[in-house]
């Protein structure tokens, strides 16, 4: 039994600001760049982003700092820090069993995904784009690469070796370290791209759907909202427990949540104010689906100037962003590893990351005409990737997130309660932000999903 309390200097952060990069890093990921621009166009814009930013503010943050301060306290992965907490309670440790079971399968598509993304990094890297500017071109460029499962497998391939490299490597060798730079080089991008963006004929639009539009919002919307907020925030499966976990005993983590959830935020709006200009500059639909950066951003960048350097930097952007996301992703898996049967991280790292690979073989077969693919599609209407990200995303982080609100809330001891919210942090000294917090956490987020779920079950209405 390895004793959790006396980590190593390789299983804790180098420094804060390697906490907030590492942190946000996991954030900031495809959920922001790929995933966050399409539902929107799906949901119609508007009060769907609106929405999706309440639930950053009332369940986010909130459910961040409950995880955060979790981790910190047990210095512990989650099965663990739930055990510790709970004198070793069956029931909250399958709370964290389920959510390390729920990282694995996200990033057994999210690696097929960035994989999509390694493709097209290649492709800008060589030039290798249709010779005609038609939509048409595009989509079937993006679709031969969707419907090939070898190019699928191939790239998801590398993407996991990269990922499994990286959190071998520790938590300040690897996870820290490719945070640092990684997180340096997506904010410079961000910035360079959305001034281009603002520069296009179709901001002005891109606006207007973005914050102006009003539709109609259902149920489902509020859960596809509420679902993102989770996916983009890494909350709901113990990511943020773990990388609280390495943080010194009295680092703050109210302030920090606070950095984090903001970063994230201003990055997926930044993705939509890129995304949505370059897709209205050249008349295209909104509502594109996982398609959408695949197919708009080259397809626009092709026509304009300076468009292949363009191209390249926006999939390195996405590159780094589905990096740093991923290795929070195997980190979770890795830690519990280490943590319950003592295994040294490189085998952990390794065995993990092999049974993610072997996980997502049917996301990298969803686009092809098999089983997974157009199979599953005729028989429950979704392929396999959909249904995965589907159940993952919209059901069981949401769930992780009632899992620890009534964990922290009503479970652990609130004398413990108070004096950890407090420790190291000005903001969390502050009597009001503690009791609106508790009221949140305790009260108000477990009923407000609960009462989304029951809706979109049809069970309230
Ligand atoms: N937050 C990441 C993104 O937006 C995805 C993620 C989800 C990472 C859950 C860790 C845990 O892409």
């Given at each position: 039994m390895i004793d959790h309390k006396d980590r190593t200097s390789n299983t804790q952060w180098g420094s804060k600001l390697g906490f907030i990069a590492a942190a946000a890093g996991s954030a900031v990921g495809l959920g922001n760049i790929w995933r966050f621009p399409y539902i929107t166009g799906q949901n119609g814009g508007g009060v769907f982003v609106l929405f999706y930013l309440l639930c950053v503010i009332v369940l986010g943050f909130p459910i961040m700092v409950a995880e955060v301060t979790i981790g910190?306290?047990?210095?512990?992965?989650?099965?663990?820090?739930?055990?510790?907490?709970?004198?070793?309670?069956?029931?909250?440790?399958?709370?964290?069993?389920?959510?390390?079971?729920?990282?694995?399968?996200?990033l057994s598509y999210y690696s097929v995904v960035a994989g999509w993304g390694l493709h097209y990094l290649m492709l800008s890297l060589v030039g290798w784009f249709p010779q005609v500017n038609t939509p048409e071109a595009y989509t079937n460029l993006f679709d031969s690469l969707h419907q090939s499962v070898g190019l699928n497998i191939w790239w998801q391939s590398i993407f996991m070796i990269i990922t499994t490299w990286v959190v071998l490597r520790g938590v300040r060798g690897g996870l820290e370290q490719v945070a640092n730079i990684g997180m340096v080089t997506l904010f410079g991008i961000i910035v360079?791209?959305?001034?281009?963006a603002s520069t296009l004929p179709g901001f002005g639009s891109a606006l207007d759907f973005v914050f102006g539009h009003a539709e109609r919002f259902t149920w489902v919307s509020a859960l596809e909202a509420l679902g993102q907020a989770f996916f983009s925030l890494s909350l709901g499966m113990g990511a943020m427990l773990t990388y609280g976990s390495y943080l010194k005993l009295h680092d703050d983590t109210v302030g920090t949540s606070?950095?984090?959830?903001?970063?994230?935020?201003?990055?997926?709006?930044?993705?939509?104010?890129?995304i949505f200009p370059i897709t209205f500059s050249v008349g295209l639909e909104p509502a594109a689906g996982p398609g959408l950066v695949f197919i708009?951003?080259?397809l626009a960048l092709h026509q304009l100037p300076?468009?292949?350097?363009?191209?390249?930097?926006?999939?390195?952007?996405?590159?780094?962003?589905?990096?740093?996301?991923a290795i929070s992703l195997l980190e979770v898996a890795t830690a519990f590893l280490i943590d319950s049967l003592g295994w040294r991280r490189l085998k952990a790292a390794i065995i993990c990351g092999a049974i993610v690979y072997f996980l997502g073989l049917p996301s990298a077969a969803s686009g092809g005409s098999g089983l997974f693919g157009n199979g599953m599609e005729q028989l429950i209407g979704m392929t396999w990737f959909d249904a995965?990200?589907?159940?993952?995303?919209?059901?069981l982080l949401p769930l992780g997130g009632i899992g620890i609100s009534l964990f922290v809330g009503w479970h652990i001891n609130s004398q413990r309660r108070l004096s950890e919210f407090r420790e190291g942090s000005w903001l969390g000294s502050l009597?009001?932000?503690?009791?609106?917090?508790?009221?949140?956490?305790?009260?108000?987020?477990?009923?407000?999903?609960?009462f989304v779920m029951l809706n979109v079950l049809g069970i309230l209405s």
């Open positions: 910190r306290t047990t210095q512990s992965s989650p099965v663990r820090a739930y055990g510790e907490l709970s004198n070793h309670s069956r029931l909250w440790q399958t709370v964290g069993l389920v959510g390390v079971i729920t990282g694995a399968v996200i360079v791209l959305t001034i281009y606070l950095v984090i959830s903001l970063a994230d935020t201003a990055v997926a709006v930044a993705a939509c104010l890129i708009n951003i080259p300076f468009g292949g350097v363009g191209m390249f930097v926006f999939f390195l952007l996405l590159f780094i962003a589905a990096l740093t996301s995965v990200d589907y159940l993952a995303s919209n059901w009597g009001w932000v503690y009791s609106v917090w508790v009221f949140l956490i305790r009260w108000f987020a477990p009923g407000a999903i609960a």
